[in-house]
């Protein structure tokens, strides 16, 4: 059963730093993607930033592009979002989520994700 476990939200004052972590547990990375998603109240989800367990290719939104890092430890099944010059507007609750096989299809249009982890809250203040 693939399970997956967010941590690291949290209150932030704008320009700060977070980093999100995403374990994972009954599968390993190879074929999956690994996707960050995002939801603010009173929006859709959209995501954010994605990767490709196979070759740790990795895709991000462009709201988020060049402030946001996404990286994986395979040794530890874990994903991590590192999250720079944070703004109010990325104000939402942040999920992970994974699917397989052909992690780039999923990358890419970050549509399809079955398996769902519970979010974290991430608040930055202005």
């Given at each position: 059963?693939?399970?997956?476990?967010?941590?690291?939200?949290?209150?932030?004052?704008?320009?700060?730093?977070?980093?999100?972590?995403?374990?994972?547990?009954?599968?390993?990375f190879?074929?999956?993607?690994?996707?960050?998603?995002?939801?603010?109240p009173g929006?859709?989800?959209?995501?954010?930033?994605?990767?490709t367990?196979?070759?740790?290719?990795?895709?991000?939104?462009?709201?988020?592009?060049?402030?946001?890092?996404?990286?994986?430890?395979?040794a530890?099944?874990?994903?991590?979002?590192?999250?720079?010059?944070?703004k109010?507007?990325?104000?939402?609750?942040?999920?992970?989520?994974?699917?397989?096989?052909?992690?780039?299809?999923y990358?890419?249009?970050?549509?399809g994700?079955?398996?769902?982890?519970?979010?974290?809250?991430?608040?930055?203040?202005?």
């Amino acid at each position: 059963e693939v399970q997956l476990v967010e941590s690291g939200g949290g209150l932030v004052q704008a320009g700060g730093s977070l980093r999100l972590s995403c374990a994972a547990s009954g599968f390993t990375f190879d074929d999956y993607a690994i996707g960050w998603f995002r939801q603010a109240p009173g929006k859709e989800r959209e995501g954010v930033s994605c990767t490709t367990g196979s070759d740790g290719s990795t895709f991000y939104a462009d709201s988020v592009k060049g402030r946001f890092t996404i990286s994986s430890d395979n040794a530890k099944n874990t994903v991590y979002l590192q999250m720079n010059s944070l703004k109010p507007e990325d104000t939402a609750v942040y999920y992970c989520a994974a699917e397989a096989p052909f992690p780039y299809h999923y990358c890419s249009g970050y549509g399809g994700f079955g398996s769902w982890g519970q979010g974290t809250q991430v608040t930055v203040s202005s």
